[in-house]
């Protein structure tokens, strides 16, 4: 079950796109798991991200994980429930009003 989020893109604050940055130690292993989208070649890494709702072991290696969901599990259920069209868009904006960011929640795997 996935959903296509669109959003408007745009370039990396470098201005181009940059490269990926891999780590055996992080995987696509669980729900909230934040990557990077690119063009599917390599440096095309710009603006846009995705958050899974479920393991993705097919995108490790290929996308850049930068982070994780570690609270407010419940938006991330209603964003997987939202109503779609036949290609997986929300028929509704799904939009980003806040975010906080911790230390490292993922620092504990790099350990």
Same mark, same amino acid.
């Given at each position: &079950? !996935?959903? /296509? =989020?669109?959003?408007?893109?745009?370039?990396?604050?470098?201005?181009?796109?940059?490269?990926?940055?891999?780590?055996?130690?992080?995987? !696509? &292993?669980?729900?909230?798991?934040?990557?990077?989208?690119?063009?599917?070649?390599? &440096? #095309?890494?710009?603006?846009? %991200?995705? =958050?899974?709702?479920?393991? *993705?072991?097919?995108? @490790?290696?290929?996308? #850049?994980? %930068?982070?994780? /969901?570690?609270?407010?599990?419940? #938006?991330? @259920?209603?964003?997987? !429930?939202?109503? $779609? @069209?036949?290609?997986?868009?929300?028929?509704? @904006?799904?939009?980003?009003?806040?975010? $906080?960011? !911790?230390? &490292?929640?993922?620092?504990? $795997?790099? *350990?």
């Amino acid at each position: &079950n !996935h959903i /296509v =989020i669109i959003g408007r893109g745009g370039t990396s604050i470098w201005g181009k796109g940059f490269e990926e940055e891999f780590s055996d130690l992080l995987k !696509h &292993n669980g729900r909230g798991i934040v990557s990077m989208a690119n063009a599917n070649k390599p &440096n #095309t890494n710009g603006s846009q %991200f995705f =958050i899974s709702y479920a393991k *993705q072991p097919h995108l @490790d290696n290929k996308h #850049t994980i %930068f982070g994780k /969901v570690i609270w407010g599990l419940e #938006t991330l @259920d209603a964003m997987e !429930h939202a109503a $779609t @069209d036949e290609k997986y868009k929300p028929k509704k @904006d799904i939009k980003i009003l806040s975010i $906080t960011i !911790h230390a &490292n929640p993922i620092a504990e $795997t790099m *350990q």
